[in-house]
């Protein structure tokens, strides 16, 4: 009798709290490879777009070629990329090309006029925004994963179970983590 | 963002029974004082009724009825792929599993709000004006700041506050008038008679008549202080969530120098809904009252403005005490330390001939979901027609040319 009384004020209580932790880490854990695949699917959005653009602007920047070369080869080789280290390298070789890109566009008054360039434009200013969005929310979710699994209690479950900590989203030199700033002077 | 969240539930749980707990004592004392002490429960158990009711009404319709009642059509990508575009991207930035629905308000004054029981069905909404007068950072702003109320689940909360103020204005109005009539004709007395009608009922008559006007204002109060406390914790989202608070505080200098006339459709009740109140008669003066819906636009700006370097929720904490001089709104939990930078603006030219087609393009869209259709003439004119044009052929006003409404589609 004394040990079933044990059983029902110790022992139960105990196993609904770790089974509680432990159900909230794997929700945790499932958000943040969400958030991971968000960033692929704004990554392939911009992938998409990129012939749209060249489409579009190539009338109107004949003397630009070297640009756009450098956009679809990046275009390219980041669609290829096999390894996430080659990945992250060639979208910031992207990102670069875009923004350089975005440059040029000043100096043609005729194509900033062109209401489909407009519209592309508009495309690509939200893409890149939903691509440092998306980035940034994975690392919200990578920040309140990692505490959760640090603190106590939730560390004793997480160990126990062996969750592990997730890495940030980092980019290795500087100028790779600005994504590319896309500022247009018309709408 | 999440301890917000957990600790935002927590406070507004402790609001709700607290303004419960006024509900059902004024239902039980409005009882009692009726028909005697022993029919408190009688009182309590329609004060419960009547909050049910309401609550069932507007928690399964609400947001449809406030969409409705504001005039809001519902827009997509191809409408106008800016607003839409920015709703994506904070739905993106705040992580919610859904996309929300957007809304267009044809009205000319600038404003937004965001309605829906659950981020998983919630709607945001955004007048023509506000459109016609904001850069893509600044609409990113106010955007963000409705999708805050999305993400900490203020509708909901809000919604509920309202209801129960709603239950507790209505029991007080009808226990008042009736007291008002009952004693013109003085019969109410003899009705109620009994032999426990004596000084005892009409010290619980006085009681309940003090609460009956109490309540309301109690009840007030509390709804307002929370509203408010929502908004300045919904600016803190919206800066955390763009990393650019300058955007915000620029779009809520624009609407409130903002000269068009006041809302049509908003009210009240719906009042808090809203970015900014959406009443104009109001001075600066009675901002700053305990009786307004939204903290004074003029010291949201200056808390926004003064966030130095950081945007996590700690630095907006930190900006409030400085600038209010008051204690902190953000809960304790969410202050956990947060390194996160500002990003730059993005560059737009703010001359007077972009705002002019920019405005033009609202027009446009409104145009265009009220089924207009647009016909573009040889010489190059514009022509705009309504819907309940009869004819299917126009002349072109400055050409004369013959144009076909509805021309044949090519083979």
Redesign the interface.
Known sequence: MPTLIIVAVVVVPLALFVIGIYNALVGLRNQVDNAWSQIDVQLKRRHDLIPNIVETAKGYMQHERGTFEAITKARSEAMGAKSVSEASKAEGMLGEALSKFLLVVENYPDLKANQNFLAVQEELASTENRISFARQSYNDQVLFFNNKIQMFPSNIVANTFSFSKRDFFGVENAAEREVPKVSFTNN | ??ELIRANKRNSIILMVLMAAVLLVLGYIIGAAFAGQDAGFIGLIVATAIWFILAIVSLSSGDQILLRTSKAVEVTHADH??LF??V???K????LPAMPKVYIIPDPAPNAFATGRSPQSASVAVTAGLLGRLN?DELQGVIAHEMSHILHRDILYVTIAGIMLGSIVLISQVFLRSMFYSSMGSRRRYSSGGKGAGQGQLIMLAIAILAAILAPIMAQLLYFALSRKREYLADAGAAR?T?YPEGLASALEKIAGDASPQLAAANQVTAPMYIVNPFKKADAMQLSDLTSTHPPISERIKILRSMGSGVSFKDYSDSFTQVTHRKTIVPPAAL?K?DIAL???????RDKQ?RE??MRQVGDIMRQVNLFVFLTCLCGLKLKIPPNFKSDKVQCPRCKRILDLYPPAPI
């Open positions: 963002m999440w792929p800016q575009n920015i994506e991207e904070m993106i930035a705040a992580g893509r969530l990393r956990t947060e990003r730059q603006a993005g560059e737009e030219a972009r087609t920019q």
